[in-house]
């Protein structure tokens, strides 16, 4: 398995555009996580699907925010519109229940300038 | 909200020598996990512990849970260049919540 796997990896847009992260979880898996993480708050839970269904948004900053899993195999986390406060890097993870820790993938660095 | 605080924040150490983080946690938990992250890479899941667990080994990992104080520790022995990375402990929100909320991690780094 190639793991989660998030595109773009790197994303430089400027203030107002709109932003859509991308995320593929590892096939089978049940769960999938966005965070973001920042050198001022850490990591930060933004939200988190079960069986493509959206459990807790809690997280998810504003209304700027919004995230999809429109199937098990695909899901977008979209900023609109993004604003320079949005920079950090996004991570998506995913996991199955019960099983252990999540795998994370790499990323996608977001720089709103 | 992070739910674990790690302590050192950082950690500079020898190779072959060991290294040890803790990590406090507030409220009742599952399972507590740690990860590693190497910079500019994702997390990696090193080791889970469950609640009524006390010990667990994993390779040169060592990882102990006092549930009374609500701490863990991580225990890397003989450690490599290699390790060099940030450590993170994890907890979930207890009863039948999943999700994971991170601590700041603590920075190691092992000198050749």
């Known amino acids: 398995d190639a793991g989660v796997i998030q595109s773009p990896r790197h994303e430089v847009t400027e203030m107002g555009q709109e932003v859509t992260l991308r995320c593929k979880p590892i096939?089978?898996?049940?769960?999938l996580f966005w965070y973001r993480q920042t050198m001022m708050r850490g990591l930060e839970l933004l939200i988190y699907?079960?069986?493509?269904?959206?459990?807790?948004d809690s997280g998810m900053p504003e209304d700027r925010f919004s995230a999809k899993m429109p199937n098990a195999s695909f899901s977008t986390l979209k900023i609109q519109p993004s604003e320079p406060r949005d920079s950090a890097v996004y991570f998506c993870?995913?996991?199955?229940?019960?099983?252990?820790?999540?795998?994370f993938g790499s990323g996608t660095r977001l720089t709103v300038v | 909200s992070q739910q674990g605080e790690e302590d050192p924040q950082a950690l500079s150490i020898q190779e072959g020598e060991n290294a040890t983080m803790n990590c406090s946690y507030k409220?009742?938990?599952?399972?507590l996990q740690w990860y590693r992250q190497n910079s500019g890479r994702g997390l990696v899941h090193l080791i889970l512990?469950?609640?009524?667990?006390r010990e667990k080994h994993s390779g040169r990992l060592r990882v102990t849970l006092d549930t009374s104080k609500k701490s863990s520790s991580l225990l890397i022995t003989a450690s490599r260049a290699a390790d060099t990375a940030s450590y993170f402990c994890?907890?979930?929100?207890?009863?039948?919540?999943?999700?994971?909320?991170f601590g700041a991690g603590t920075t190691v780094t092992v000198r050749a």
């Open positions: 993870a995913s996991s199955i229940q019960g099983a252990g820790g999540y795998t």
């Open positions: 096939s089978g898996h049940d769960y």
């Open positions: 699907f079960n069986n493509n269904v959206p459990i807790d």
């Open positions: 409220t009742s938990i599952n399972n």
């Open positions: 512990i469950r609640s009524n667990e």
């Open positions: 994890a907890t979930d929100a207890g009863s039948n919540d999943y999700k994971l909320s």
